[in-house]
Antibody, heavy 119, light 107 residues
Framework: QVQLQESGPGLVKPSDTLSLTCAVS?????????WGWIRQPPGKGLEWIGY???????YYNPSLKSRVTMSVDTSKNEFSLKLSSVTAVDTAVYYC????????????WGQGALVTVSS | DIQMTQSPSSLSASVGDRVTITCRAS??????LAWYQQKPEKAPKSLIY???GLQSGVPSRFSGSGSGTDFTLTINSLQPEDFATYYC?????????FGGGTKVEMK
């Protein structure tokens, strides 16, 4: 059973860097899948942030690309998101998810982590 | 970016009803279309992949159809646990994009 669990600070100050980690269990992160991040501002829809392959290849949403960095730690079976220079509009629930390679969308999701940007 | 437009944005229905939600892409995405169900305070759940493929464990009352730019999610005989918000998502082209959501409420 694949399980994903986000962790990180729930409160980040404006202009700081948001950092989240997604721990993967029940499945090796070193497989032919993409490991992604999606966010959802309170009461709003879903926005794809980007994803990373186990080898380190990445695709980022151009709207966030200048501020986003994703990485994979195969030794810990986890992957991470960093979003720099945050403002209040970055307040959202952040989900990590697995996209199976090929013809499949995001099949497995974490429970989500609310990150609030406020001083 | 490919824009995904869902309609309606909300609907009211009763248990046992047949519900249809549509999703239109701003350009051809082939069959690279997924549908998700989201309940309050929960992560989205994958229902349909490749426009019409039923995800493992998803009840057969859910079905998807379409290709190119026009897609449909149908729920036959709506059940109490189906009241939720539904999102479509294209994964043909980066950036991946979602529709705005359709909230299915109890009449």
């Amino acid at each position: 059973q694949v399980q994903l669990q986000e962790s990180g600070p729930g409160l980040v100050k404006p202009s700081d860097t948001l950092s989240l980690t997604c721990a993967v269990s029940g499945y090796s992160i070193s497989s032919t899948n993409w490991w992604g991040w999606i966010r959802q501002p309170p009461g709003k829809g879903l926005e794809w942030i980007g994803y990373i392959y186990y080898s380190g290849n990445t695709y980022y949403n151009p709207s966030l690309k200048s501020r986003v960095t994703m990485s994979v730690d195969t030794s810990k079976n986890e992957f991470s998101l960093k979003l720099s220079s945050v403002t209040a509009v970055d307040t959202a629930v952040y989900y990590c998810a697995r996209k199976t390679s090929g013809y499949y969308p995001f099949e497995y999701w974490g429970q989500g982590a609310l990150v609030t940007v406020s001083s | 970016d490919i824009q995904m437009t869902q309609s309606p944005s909300s609907l009211s229905a009763s248990v046992g009803d047949r519900v249809t939600i549509t999703c239109r892409a701003s350009q051809d995405i082939g069959s690279w279309l997924a549908w998700y169900q989201q309940k309050p305070e929960k992560a989205p759940k994958s229902l349909i992949y490749a426009a019409s493929g039923l995800q493992s464990g998803v009840p057969s009352r859910f079905s998807g159809s379409g290709s190119g730019t026009d897609f449909t999610l149908t729920i036959n005989s709506l059940q109490p646990e189906d009241f939720a918000t539904y999102y479509c998502q294209q994964y043909n082209t980066h950036p991946l994009t979602f529709g705005g959501g359709t909230k299915v409420e109890m009449k």
